[in-house]
């Protein structure tokens, strides 16, 4: 299988503060994951691809000292919006390489973060 | 720079009618093509992919997409709709390995008892 999960599924957060979410590779290793922002009845925007040990990368537009991404272990990567405002306030779904070579994601179930 | 266009934001059909579902996409290369389905407030399930070969693929809960070069197109078909097959649809594509998708803005299916 190709399992990929996060946790929380569900945070409320009053603005000003931080909330850390998790992506795991429950029963793979995944040297690269993405972390993309789904706005409501929209398609998912990839935010920055994370790779295990080094810096994640960003795409245009979004704020890398807002959302913290660190890829510590080959099954886990976390995103820490930092002081987060309303406007940060969406579903967040990352995903897993299963291995080199192949295109592949493997989606995680999301996370809905709302700022109050 | 690629683009993927599902040019139906919103389709109904009767359950036990057939469905397509149209992707199209722009790059000059052929992509590694997906077809994702997500139900509300869930994450993503492939549904069937495309890297190389046969052009018509097969993929769970009886969808297939067919892969037409000519027309930059990676259309998905369902021959008989059920109930449960309501959800949002998203087509993407990748370059090259390891590589980062592109979606479509998706294709919110409702299906009519």
């Known amino acids: 299988g190709a399992v990929v999960s996060q946790h929380p599924s569900r945070v409320i957060c009053k603005s000003g503060t931080s909330v850390k979410i998790e992506c795991r590779s429950l029963?793979?290793?995944?040297?690269?994951m993405f972390w993309y922002r789904q706005f409501p009845k929209q398609s998912l925007m990839l935010m920055a691809t994370?790779?295990?040990?080094?810096?994640?990368?960003?795409e245009q537009g979004v704020e890398k000292d807002k959302f913290l991404i660190n890829h510590a272990s080959l099954t886990l990567s976390t995103l820490t919006v930092t002081s987060a405002h309303p406007e940060d306030s969406s579903f967040y779904i990352c995903?897993?390489?299963?291995?080199?070579?192949?295109?592949?994601?493997?989606f995680g179930p999301g996370t809905r973060l709302t700022v109050t | 720079a690629q683009s993927v266009t599902q040019p139906d934001i919103h389709i109904t059909v009767s359950e036990g009618a057939s469905l397509e579902l149209r992707c199209n996409y722009s790059?000059?290369?052929?992509?590694?093509l997906f077809w994702y389905v997500q139900s509300p407030g869930q994450g993503l399930q492939l549904l069937l992919k495309?890297?190389?070969?046969?052009?018509l693929v097969q993929g769970i809960k009886g969808f297939e997409a067919e892969f037409k070069r000519s027309q930059s197109s990676f259309n998905l078909r369902k021959p008989s709709v059920h109930w449960s097959d309501a959800a949002e649809y998203f087509c993407?594509?990748?370059?090259?390995?390891?590589?980062?998708?592109?979606f479509g803005t998706g294709t919110r299916l409702q299906v009519t008892l």
């Open positions: 994370s790779n295990e040990g080094s810096k994640a990368t960003y």
């Open positions: 995903s897993a390489l299963k291995r080199t070579g192949t295109s592949e994601q493997y």
């Open positions: 495309y890297f190389s070969g046969d052009t």
């Open positions: 790059y000059g290369a052929t992509p590694y």
């Open positions: 029963d793979f290793q995944a040297t690269t």
């Open positions: 993407a594509v990748g370059f090259g390995t390891a590589s980062k998708l592109t």
